[in-house]
């Protein structure tokens, strides 16, 4: 019984790899779809670090605003904006009642003691991107990302 052996090719692709062009469109096209969705996919992230934030605090206002209910009064261990301390205005850190803390991972926040005369608290929340210098993105960013609890 014969064999048969495959010969191989001697034209000038015989070796199957890919040529230098066609590997530089590849790349070219894995660039665009780069530039292209790596935009998107950083702006997923940060409305996920606000939705984080945002869970945060209204765990946060939550909690102060039963410690007011239950107490009457305001609670001297809730940095508010009349407490006259310096770093109450923009927090990085949410100091819950009960000792835990949580860093803010895109934003700050600052509470005021309730001036609708109800009592209580109100927290405001900003993103960092609201403090952009440009006026369309700031704008952008105060629809999306500003939150306040009353």
Request: hydrophobic share 35%; proline share 2%; glycine share 8%.
């Amino acid at each position: 019984m014969e064999r048969k052996v495959m010969k191989k090719s001697t034209g000038k692709r015989g070796n199957g790899g890919f040529s230098l062009v066609e590997l530089i469109i590849v790349i070219a096209i894995m660039a665009v779809l780069v530039g292209v969705l790596a935009p998107q996919y950083l702006s997923y992230i940060h409305k996920a670090k606000v939705a984080a934030d945002q869970a945060n605090l209204k765990n946060y206002f939550t909690e102060i605003q039963l410690d007011y209910i239950t107490t009457g009064k305001y609670n001297p261990a809730v940095y508010s904006m009349s407490s006259d301390r310096p770093d109450s205005l923009k927090q990085r850190e949410i100091h819950f009642l009960n000792g835990s803390t949580a860093k803010m991972q895109a934003g700050y926040f600052s509470v005021t003691e309730d001036t609708r005369g109800k009592g209580g608290y109100n927290i405001y929340y900003y993103c960092d991107e609201c403090l952009s210098d440009n006026a369309s993105v700031k704008n952008k960013h105060l629809d999306t990302c500003a939150t306040t609890f009353l």
